[in-house]
């Protein structure tokens, strides 16, 4: 897994870009008190200081933001200023932005023997911080050579590089075709290189949407927007879930690549065998218990942990590509009978012989029709 900081690893993975005047997105926080008797070690930072390290005079408790940037600070992600300001309707400058999406991956380096653009020299302060979101393809530079630390960074943008920070922690998009259901009010003037980047974040509930909604692509980010965004990505309940998936998503290409070291590259696994989620565990099923016994054999070679102990190697009467078909089958002849129906869940049974289907209606001559047609094949349920 890509490293990113000890704090994104310990604490673990939506934004809302709107005006900060016009959103209360967060309950108020309770306004911390310093103690009344506070003791400390000599040269140490007194409690007093290093509570008000996080709190700045312009983002009061009932600031939209203060949640997000409370967080940010506390966790060294991003800073306020000497003045005890944080200026969280300010814009962000590309290099501001270099330093809090560095400090997010947690691998800036401690020296910089050349920089990669012309306008970046070792004693910038966010010299180093510039190499590293660079190196990781995050943040890019321009094609004359140039990073321009100090120009400000739109929303489009932010979108862009926030979308490449999810990638480069290992997400991959399951379903592109999923995104053009997310059409903002002013989508059209969202840039073409940034369309599926704000889709994606909206998708995955990372920035609020509504079609009704405008997203003012070209408008400068502001470091409340910022820390909000980034606060999402890493702390959120929508963060979580995208760790899940992540990881789930590293297991299925462990599978795929144990099967491929096992039985190469000319395997058909669509027709010979069939991979799905249940419980929490991966399960590989094969229709051939040749197959499963090779495989098992291989699998003793691997050391990922998580791995083995959240997969089961079966044999199943039916692959990928048999599902599909019955799939198909049973889903025309549920429309045909229940036109006012959803189907709602589909997973293979437990011996890997059929389907289960959760609907949300169900008659019982539906019940009787299917059985007629399927036989066991397909066991169709509601979820009440």
Request: hydrophobic content about 35%; proline content about 4%; glycine content about 4%.
């Amino acid at each position: 897994m890509n490293r990113i900081s000890t704090a994104v690893l310990l604490t673990i993975v939506s934004a809302l870009f709107v005006h900060a005047e016009a959103v209360n997105l967060l309950p108020s926080s309770t306004t911390l008190s310093p103690s009344t008797y506070t003791y400390s070690q000599p040269n140490s930072t007194s409690t007093f200081d290093r509570v008000q390290k996080y709190r700045f005079t312009d983002v009061p408790t009932n600031f939209w933001a203060y949640e997000s940037i409370t967080q940010m600070t506390k966790e060294g992600l991003m800073s306020g200023y000497r003045n005890g300001t944080f200026k969280p309707n300010e814009p962000l400058s590309r290099e501001e932005a270099a330093s809090l999406f560095s400090n997010m991956l947690g691998d800036t380096p401690s020296i910089m023997l050349a920089s990669s653009f012309s306008d970046i020299t070792s004693d910038r302060w966010s010299s180093l911080a510039i190499e590293s979101v660079a190196r990781a393809n995050i943040i890019s530079g321009y094609g004359d050579s140039t990073y321009r630390p100090e120009q400000y960074m739109s929303r489009q943008e932010f979108a862009v590089v926030a979308n490449k920070f999810l990638h480069y922690q290992g997400y991959h998009t399951e379903d592109p075709t999923a995104l053009d259901s997310i059409h903002f009010s002013d989508q059209k003037f969202i840039a073409p290189w940034a369309q599926s980047s704000v889709r994606e974040l909206a998708f995955l509930g990372f920035i609020n949407y509504s079609t009704t909604g405008l997203f003012n692509p070209e408008k400068y980010i502001t470091r409340a927007e910022a820390a909000e965004i980034t606060y999402r990505l890493l702390f959120s309940k929508e963060a979580t879930a995208i760790q899940h998936t992540i990881q789930q998503q590293q297991m299925e290409e462990t599978a795929r690549a144990l099967i491929k070291k096992t039985f190469g590259e000319n395997y058909d696994f669509h027709n010979r065998g069939a991979m799905f989620w249940r419980d929490g565990k991966l399960v590989i099923s094969f229709t051939s218990p040749k197959d499963v016994k090779a495989i098992s054999a291989e699998t003793a070679y691997i050391k990922d942990k998580h791995f083995l102990d959240n997969h089961i190697i079966t044999t199943g009467s039916y692959s990928l590509g048999d599902f599909d078909n019955l799939q198909t089958d049973a889903a025309y002849l549920y429309r045909q009978l229940e036109p006012q129906g959803t189907i709602l869940a589909v997973i293979p049974t437990p011996n890997v012989d059929g389907l289960m289907i959760t609907v949300d209606t169900l008659k019982a001559t539906t019940v009787t029709a299917f059985v007629k047609k399927f036989g066991k094949k397909i066991q169709l349920k509601t979820n009440s």
